[in-house]
């Protein structure tokens, strides 16, 4: 149990909350969880629901607390590519800009807890650990950036999916400490291809590979059961 839970410094909102242990609000102490408390609001957004978009504005930030959410580049041509997701406790937008070049989009149904952008900015000029911990955030975005980089770069296709795959099973539930075993691949089959540099019907011949070898149960096409871990991580080359 949390040791703060029926701590009534601590605003009822924030108690159980996964962004404020993990995330940057984990930075705060109860007097500033309150002050930043008295502006924030939660929401839920369905699949398809865009939280950023691209190059407009924005005069507010978000924490995700459950669900994925896919950030994306969109080209002159229309095309479009899928350059990352993120995951509860991932913070949304672009601190200390006031637009981003990316659209942030939810993959599943998200929930969020949103706040205004001077309510950050405020926040971070008193805590120099909130302004610590979104540079923290900054830093791993930049080496999931460059991981998957060498993930599109040199793996196989097989490899990619896989990969994938153990992205998803560590990041779906924020409750649960290392690898979910049962999760719902939220993108279809078409954006997990973009994501991966791959034909969707590649994507689908290895999804097909690794049920046939029991690594997987796909149920619906969406409802996975990774049933061999150590199995799935040697076809990913880890």
Not at 21 to 42: E, F, M, S, W, Y
Request: overall charge negative; proline content about 4%; charged content about 25%.
């Amino acid at each position: 149990m949390r040791l703060d839970i029926h701590n009534s410094d601590i605003p009822v909102l924030c108690q159980a909350c996964e962004a404020r242990h993990r995330g940057i609000c984990g930075a705060l102490d109860p007097k500033q969880l309150q002050q930043l408390g008295r502006q924030t609001g939660r929401r839920e957004v369905e699949a398809g629901t865009e939280l950023v978009a691209a190059g407009i504005p924005t005069d507010g930030y978000a924490n995700i607390l459950s669900g994925i959410v896919k950030l994306s580049k969109l080209m002159a041509d229309g095309r479009q590519q899928i350059v990352g997701l993120q995951f509860a406790p991932d913070f949304v937008g672009r601190p200390f800009a006031t637009s981003s070049d990316v659209s942030a989009e939810a993959a599943s149904t998200v929930r969020v807890c949103t706040f205004p952008r001077s309510a950050l900015e405020d926040m971070v000029r008193q805590s120099p650990g909130l302004e610590h911990r979104l540079h923290e955030q900054a830093l791993r975005e930049l080496d999931d950036a460059r991981e998957w980089m060498m993930t599109l770069g040199q793996r196989s296709a097989a490899e990619k999916v896989a990969t994938f795959l153990l992205l998803l099973s560590r990041h779906v539930d924020p409750l649960v400490e290392g690898y979910s075993d049962h999760l719902e691949i939220p993108l279809k089959r078409s954006d997990i291809a973009d994501f991966l540099g791959l034909t969707v019907e590649t994507v689908s011949r290895h999804l097909t590979q690794l049920r046939k070898a029991g690594v997987l149960t796909i149920q619906r096409n969406r409802l996975v059961t990774i049933n061999d871990f150590s199995a799935l991580e040697t076809v990913a080359g880890l």
